[in-house]
């Protein structure tokens, strides 16, 4: 389902939202917040009764709480949201609390499942599972919260990191059986298990963060 002014909630957010991802670190950037708008409106097509230009609107705004830090960078994203008046020209209240508690629900360590459909949808879009993708935002948030790492330093937090998250028994959770991530998390999980190809891709991209 999308709204009849969707092209103009689109343009909005084109200019006056995903702009403000150019502040954030390269894993952050108007390349991912894009990616996750995009894989948001696949994964829509599955649920006709989503209300696509919502969704889009959480993606859009899912990570602006990075603002404030990332520690509470997803309530910040939904208090952001909420306090955004300009949304109020097409949305109402309760629909503007839905995508909000949506934004606030996306984040992977999130310690309880998202609340709604539209939640799901989102956390689902944000897990953006290729193997290259997912070395190469790690590696460059490293770089840019740990400036000073050796490069043996960025390679032991690299390790720690994918075997928290996506390795067997890390906190990474799928929520849409329509989506292909199930396959690229299987996929991801082998590279993992794999420490001299894991470190050759990480030697790879050394010289693009």
Known sequence: MKRSFHAHILTFLETEIVPRYDRFDAGHGRDHVHAVMHSAEKLAQFYPDVDETMLLVAAAYHDVGLERGREHHHSDSAAIMRADLRLRQWFSEAEIHLMADAAEDHRASAKREPRTIYGRLLAEADRQIDPRTVVLRAMQYTRTH??????????????????????????????????????????????IADTSRL???????????
């Open 146 to 191: 740990f400036p000073d790492y050796t490069e043996e330093q960025q390679w032991q937090r690299l390790l720690e990191h994918m075997q928290n998250k996506y390795a067997e028994g890390g906190y990474l959770r799928l929520w849409i059986p329509e989506s292909d991530n199930a396959t690229r998390l299987a996929n991801l999980r082998a590279l």
């Open 199 to 209: 470190r050759s891709l990480f030697n790879s991209l050394l010289p693009h963060i």
